[in-house]
């Protein structure tokens, strides 16, 4: 089943808990043994395999120790560069952004001609 086939949150988490347990189960382990080799509880390692959420820090712990970790690569890559979008940023001359938001750089006007009310075009006009 491909986890994008999913409705709901839900049912994603109950979908990963399920391979989850299949990994443990291929490695012929038990909860606790696999708890302790990722330094998480066994509660912990329920909880994610009945498909509940649990902190992200212990799915990460619980996938290194299963030797998946490399397939969070695989899932979230670092970057998706689609060609049509360099397409467009090379017609513009722009270049990719740094970051999506936070301060900007202050574009008004220079200190020596600071603006004024009398500048502002009339309505109408």
């Not at 509880?41 to 902190?55: H, I, P």
């Not at 936070?102 to 001609?113: L, Y």
Request: proline share 4%; charged share 35%; net charge positive.
């Amino acid at each position: 089943m491909q986890l994008g086939d999913l409705l709901t949150n839900e049912a994603v988490l109950v979908e990963l808990g399920r391979r989850l347990e299949r990994h443990r189960l291929q490695r012929n382990q038990t909860q606790a043994e696999l708890a302790e080799e990722a330094g998480i509880g066994r509660a912990t390692l329920q909880r994610l395999e009945c498909g509940q959420s649990v902190q992200s820090v212990s799915l990460v712990k619980l996938m290194r120790a299963l030797g998946l970790l490399e397939a969070l690569d695989a899932a979230l890559p670092e970057a998706i560069e689609l060609p049509i979008v360099e397409l467009d940023r090379e017609r513009r001359g722009t270049r990719q952004r740094a970051r999506g938001s936070g301060r900007r750089a202050r574009h008004a006007r220079t200190p020596e001609r600071p603006w004024r009310w009398s500048e502002e075009p009339e309505a109408g006009r």
